[in-house]
């Protein structure tokens, strides 16, 4: 293979190393195959072209649009992930390793897609919680809104995901409506400008909306002001460089961190050998020890186990350890491939010599070890390497040292209260994992140890066979953790979007809410249309549509029919004293539900048309007892329009039932598909 120039794609250009370039060597052989780097790129023109051209073209489009240019994307990537796998190789990742990044990553951004198009809006503003009442009267009201930040988004990746490490992190920021510069880690950038390559020739993104940076980002931080965001991934030290930054904190510049910590596993104290839970946590630390060669920022590097079970989980975990085929990881065979780079080898080593000083290494030998189809003494290849720590209590490095390879560490434990102890003692981590079949265990667990992690997994025989395992970041759960893991959250559907928008209290009359969030709320301006709402197409219904029907008296036949028909014969309809005695009603009232039924008879056009279906109801509340004898009525609102097909769309319905006095009665937000 001819010598790789891996490219920046700076403002429209893809620009060649220059000045200040690095070579990089095959993980699996050693050989120099490529470069990277250009000290000489305009960061200045960069960061400009990001937000006059991307950010412009992406704030233009709503949240459904770039929903769909996400899928687009992620289909699109799909399509094109052998040429991802091949490069992968000179990682040193197998190809299950790969498809852990590539795949993971793409199947990240379909997440993402799915997510924008069902639980955000179809428009440009993002309602962040309910409207609230700020008057007696209802006509001056308030209600916090998200809306995209007008700047850039840098996102400083780690080597060790080059795909999923870009893609977890552009999917929410695209979707919020802000432009990307990527910057990867040098060791293994090249996979990572593979990928932006079909990125650019898709054509499916915006102009300006995705750079990358192959090198160093010259005094690209020092431009950034509060309409910036820094997405940082990597080491603690890196990070507290960065985020410390006078430019960075007196610009008040967000700074979001997911960085190395010490992930952990506990097996409960109901776990001993024989159950299922026990052979699960060996199962999960031999993959967490041995995927990616262990160069996982989730991977399990400390195992805390009951005292009396420490001698039986050392020699399961090392019999499966031993099973494992260490070699080139384009093989069939191969079980585990080398880490990326030399340095990166002789750093999991010095880490190891550290780790050393308090715990005894009881598997894996660095100095004598099978590689298969490749040169372990050329390649970056090392054993996985399990230790034993018999004084957990008065260890420091075992709980501040981290060996970022094939390295774990077991330790025991008195009972429950030591353990939370002792995972504690990492000082904040991104994950630990539980495995216990008691619920209790599990609760005290996540009462002491959740405050010092971003995620707790707890898994056991009933849920084995659909988890997806310590290790795996999930799009749609919180990926993060607090002190040394760095105290940010990626990921987490929606959540993770709301790092690239600004959340602003808005305050007005019921027409401004209306006008600024795209959903009508009670108190502003009705629209009569021009024939019942039932009848019209979605596209031609108008939100803030209203009808306002005729009454219905509620008799006492009534309220005795439906209670004999539907089984419902409740005390408070039936037995006059006895409902006198609640403290809630004066006396039989009607059923709610039969209130609804009334209601949907009074505004349901009954002819064939463009309501579809009706989907169900949200927020339904009985705010006054109806008794026999009075009459309802009921006003009923487009509140909210969302198109999911070419062919039909969601339509939300306000409404509202009101008896004689004019007074509420019941309020619920009705779901219908209404054809296009």
């Known amino acids: 293979m001819a010598h790789l120039d891996v490219k920046s794609f700076a403002h429209g250009e893809w620009i060649a190393p220059g000045a200040g370039a690095r070579h990089i060597a095959d993980a699996v052989t050693g050989e120099v195959f490529a470069s990277a780097g250009n000290d000489a790129l305009d960061v200045a023109a960069m960061w400009d072209y990001a937000r006059a051209r991307g950010g412009s073209a992406l704030r ?136 932006v390559r079909q990125i650019v020739e898709s054509g499916i993104l915006p102009e300006g909306a995705v750079q990358l940076v192959t090198g160093g980002t010259g005094d690209l931080l020092d431009r950034l002001d509060c309409q910036d965001v820094v997405s940082f991934t990597g080491s603690a030290e890196t990070a507290f460089k960065l985020r410390s930054s006078e430019h960075l904190m007196r610009n008040a510049v967000r700074f979001v961190a997911e960085q190395d910590s010490l992930n952990a596993s506990i097996l409960g104290p109901d776990a001993a050998p024989g159950t299922p839970e026990f052979d699960l946590l060996v199962k999960e630390v031999h993959r967490e020890m041995t995927a990616k060669a262990g160069q996982k920022c989730t991977a399990i590097r400390r195992v805390f186990v009951p005292e ?71 390649g970056a290849f090392l054993p996985p390497m399990l230790l034993h720590c018999a004084n957990p209590d008065n260890a420091a490095r075992i709980h501040d040292t981290e060996a970022f390879g094939p390295v774990s560490t077991i330790m025991g434990y008195r009972d429950l209260d030591h353990a939370i102890d002792l995972v504690n003692k ?87 809410l209306t006008g600024i969030g795209g959903i009508w709320v009670p108190g502003a301006v009705e629209v009569e249309g021009p024939a019942h709402p039932f009848t019209r197409a979605f596209g031609d219904l108008e939100i803030g549509e209203t009808i306002h029907t005729g009454e219905r008296e509620v008799t006492l036949e009534d309220i005795e029919t439906f209670a004999h028909f539907t089984g419902d014969t409740f005390y408070a309809h039936m037995d006059h004293d006895a409902a006198a005695r609640n403290p809630f009603f004066p006396g039989r009232v009607a059923h709610g539900y039969l209130l609804l039924s009334f209601a949907a008879g009074l505004f349901v056009e ?48 306000h409404v509202s039932l009101t008896d004689q006095e004019d007074d509420l009665v019941g309020e619920y937000v009705l779901l219908t598909m209404n054809a296009y």
Not at 317 to 342: F, Q
Not at 471 to 496: D, F, I, K, N, T
Not at 614 to 643: D, H, I, M
Request: contains cysteine.
């Open 606 to 653: 009954p002819d064939e048309g463009p309501v579809l279906a009706n989907t169900g109801l949200e927020s339904l509340r009985f705010l006054k007892p109806v008794e026999p004898g009075a009459k309802v009525k009921v006003r009923l609102t487009v509140k909210k329009k969302t198109r999911r097909t070419e062919a039909y769309g969601e339509v939300r319905w």
């Open 426 to 512: 990492g000082g904040g981590s991104l994950v630990a994992s539980v495995i216990t079949h008691d619920p209790d265990v599990a609760r005290e667990v996540a009462l002491g140890a959740g405050p010092f992690h971003g995620r707790l997994y707890f898994n056991n025989r009933d849920s084995m066979g659909e988890s997806t395992g310590h290790g795996s970041p999930l799009p749609h759960m919180v990926h993060g953790g607090p002190g040394r893991a760095g105290g940010g959250e990626e990921m987490g559907g929606v959540r993770g979007v709301m790092h690239y928008m600004q959340r602003t209290a808005i305050q007005g009359s019921p027409d401004i």
């Open 60 to 195: 233009a489009m709503g949240f459904h649009d770039r929903a769909k240019m996400l899928k687009a994307l992620a289909t699109y990537l799909n399509e094109r992930k052998e040429a991802l796998y091949q490069l992968s190789y000179r990682t040193g990742a197998t190809l299950a390793d790969s498809k852990i990044d590539i795949d993971g990553g793409i199947g990240t951004m379909f997440v993402f897609a799915s997510k924008g198009r069902r639980e955000m809006p179809d428009g440009q503003v993002y309602l962040d919680g309910e409207v609230e009442q700020l008057s007696r009267n209802g006509s001056f009201l308030g209600q916090h809104i998200c809306t995209p930040l007008h700047g850039v988004a840098v996102h400083i990746n780690a080597f060790n995901f080059p795909v999923w490490g870009m893609l977890e992190k552009l999917a929410p920021t695209l979707l919020a409506g802000v432009p990307a510069i990527v910057k990867p880690a040098t060791a293994s950038c090249y996979v990572t400008e593979a990928c």
């Open 308 to 378: 009396a079970h420490v001698d039986a989980v050392i020699a399961a975990v090392s019999d499966r350890l031993a099973k494992t085929v260490i070699g080139a990881p384009a093989l069939e065979t191969t079980r585990m491939g080398a880490l990326v780079s030399a340095a990166q080898k002789r750093d999991v080593l010095e880490k190891v010599a550290v780790l050393a000083t308090e715990a005894e290494r009881v598997f894996g030998d660095p100095d004598a070890f099978d590689v298969t189809g490749a040169d372990g003494a050329k």
